[in-house]
């Protein structure tokens, strides 16, 4: 079975900066995604970004991106030039590939930007 | 595009009462999911649908839980009778087919408190 961890359980940061987050994950898979997902008080869930295993590249989107470790099964989000809704919770989540794939979540991490 | 939508959004009831919850995916979307998140954890699936018909509900408390698809279109989830533990928010996402390719799109959760 695939878990997914992340250990901080909360984080702060002051506005325009860069923090970074968290998360390891065990399988035996080859080939899989990996997500992060945000949610932000009182509203739903959007996906931030997503990483296909087999590609090297790390993920990166606008102000978002990635490190990601295959080997250490290491899966870190970098947000940089944090802004004010950039507050909310943040979880990082698994999938392995094929129809009946189905997400496995971390306990999240509540991300907190201060003016 | 309008998102998935979910009612009602807040709901107490007394332990060993029956609730239902409803979920109107996104217009097309053949796949559609059930999470339960917890307080300080993240969401775990209950149920995932492919048009009418279960993929996978190996983590639904059939002694309690319900959940169906009738026309392949809205769903509803329901509870009977609830304990204390199922307090929690219940999620719906869809996605235009199964499989790690596609994106979940979640809807704004319905907030269960058991008293």
């Known amino acids: 079975a695939q878990t997914v961890t992340q250990s901080q359980p909360e984080m702060s940061v002051q506005e325009a900066e860069t923090v970074t987050l968290s998360c390891t994950y065990d399988t035996s898979e080859s080939n899989y995604y990996l997500f992060w997902y945000k949610q932000p008080p009182s509203r739903q869930m959007i996906l931030v970004i997503r990483?296909?295993?087999?590609?090297?590249q790390n993920a990166t989107e606008n102000r978002f991106s990635v490190n990601f470790q295959k080997a250490a099964k290491s899966f870190s989000l970098k947000i940089s030039d944090s802004q004010l809704g950039d507050t909310a919770m943040y979880f990082c989540?698994?999938?392995?590939?094929?129809?009946?794939?189905?997400?496995?979540f971390g306990k999240g991490i509540t991300l907190s930007v201060r003016p | 595009e309008a998102g998935v939508a979910q009612s009602p959004r807040y709901k107490i009831i007394e332990k060993r009462q029956s609730v239902a919850f409803w979920c109107n995916p996104i217009s097309g979307h053949a796949t559609l999911y059930w999470y339960q998140q917890i307080l300080g954890q993240g969401p775990k699936l209950l149920i995932q649908f492919q048009n009418n018909g279960v993929v996978d509900d190996s983590q639904l408390p059939k002694d309690r839980f319900s959940a169906e698809r009738l026309k392949g279109v809205d769903s509803t989830l329901k509870i009977q009778p609830a304990k204390l533990e199922d307090s929690a928010v219940y999620l719906c996402?869809?996605?235009?087919?199964?499989?790690?390719?596609?994106?979940?799109?979640f809807g704004p959760g319905t907030r269960l408190t058991v008293t």
């Open positions: 990483q296909e295993a087999y590609k090297q």
């Open positions: 989540a698994f999938t392995s590939t094929g129809a009946n794939s189905k997400l496995t």
């Open positions: 996402a869809s996605s235009l087919d199964r499989g790690a390719g596609y994106e979940q799109y």
